[in-house]
């Protein structure tokens, strides 16, 4: 975990966050919340969904209340909760592979997302931290996904917080913005 007076620290692929981001906290309650939305979307056979993913919180075997948020697809939903593939290999939980099938909860989902018709639902945990990104950071993602989804809304973003030169001046927003997606 991060330390407290740092609470979100970017390296390549892995982002810290302490767990005491409340913004995060929120952005996780609202993907619990709303996830019979990525169960629907899964469960038509139009519109296509064209990507999609959940992010799930796997707990450190030395100490369950820390771990890490890992993307799985190929996500199959059964009374007991869901299985899928791990899209990452882990930075420091022990015993996952990328590709394995793993087994999880509704209480552990911390994102989900699908786009269907070019158009993306969910992220929210996303949203929240391609926010936060600098123009740098976010270049170094902008093409792979999912953050290639939000590409246009971050230069969008980003051209109406520009001061003079092109410098960044504030990168906030509210999700109550209907230009958020």
């Not at 767990?19 to 296509?48: H, I, K, N």
């Not at 592979?97 to 993306?120: E, I, K, M, N």
Request: net charge negative.
């Amino acid at each position: 975990m991060a330390d407290a007076d740092q609470p979100t620290v970017y390296t390549p692929n892995i982002l810290w966050l302490d767990g005491s981001d409340a913004e995060m906290a929120a952005a996780v309650r609202e993907s619990q919340r709303t996830f019979d939305q990525y169960r629907d979307a899964l469960s038509r056979t139009l519109p296509v969904v064209e990507d999609c993913g959940v992010k799930v919180f796997f707990p450190s075997q030395q100490n369950p209340a820390a771990g890490e948020h890992m993307w799985v697809n190929e996500v199959a939903f059964d009374p007991n909760g869901m299985v899928g593939t791990l899209c990452n290999d882990p930075g420091w939980v022990r015993g996952l592979t990328c590709g394995d099938r793993v087994p999880f909860t509704l209480d552990r989902v911390s994102d989900w997302f699908f786009v269907a018709g070019g158009v993306l639902q969910g992220g929210f945990t996303l949203k929240l931290l391609f926010r936060r990104f600098t123009p740098e950071q976010f270049a170094e993602c902008r093409n792979d996904a999912p953050a290639c989804y939000f590409a246009d809304w971050y230069d969008q973003q980003l051209a109406k917080r520009s001061g003079p030169g092109g410098t960044l001046t504030s990168f906030s927003q509210s999700n109550d913005d209907p230009s958020y997606p």
